[in-house]
């Protein structure tokens, strides 16, 4: 009998210990957002209370010496949460996720030499799509998918 309450007792005490997932989630962002750094690189996305510097993300674009204020940069969130990252000019989509308070690049995918004009996100899911110039181009957090 104290084996059969001590059994219970653990069992009851695993159950309440084990780790609470809500699944299935969606972190999507169903449009984009045009943001504008300030003097220091800071963008603020209120919809969302997302905030953080992307100053380091236009130097490894354009280099140590680039202007950060005024620079518009494109965002948005796939399904799974990645962020996903352009502005005009770059020639590059960079994908990030969150860590510890800080977003993690995790790819960079190169998209033109030539730099992405005029760009703009949209959520296809399960897919974000990139059109510049006209262009469309499927991606997600691992790179280039065929249309």
């Known amino acids: 009998m104290i084996k059969q309450i001590s059994a219970i007792t653990l069992l009851l005490l695993v159950i309440g210990c084990s780790s609470l997932t809500l699944e299935p989630a969606n972190f999507a962002w169903p449009i984009e957002s045009v943001l504008t750094t300030d003097d220091q690189g800071n963008v603020y996305i209120e919809r969302f209370t997302t905030g953080f510097n992307a100053s380091n993300l ?61 760009p703009v996100l949209n959520q296809r899911m399960p897919h974000i799509e990139l059109i510049s110039n006209g262009v469309s181009y499927l991606l997600d957090s691992k790179g280039l998918k065929r249309k």
């Open 58 to 118: 236009f130097r490894a674009e354009f280099g140590e010496a680039t202007e950060i204020a005024n620079k518009e940069l494109r965002v948005i969130r796939d399904q799974l949460g990645y962020y996903v990252m352009t502005s005009p000019g770059f020639m590059n989509v960079y994908v990030f996720e969150v860590d510890n308070g800080a977003l993690v690049r995790v790819n960079k995918i190169f998209i033109s030499k030539e730099g992405i004009m005029n």
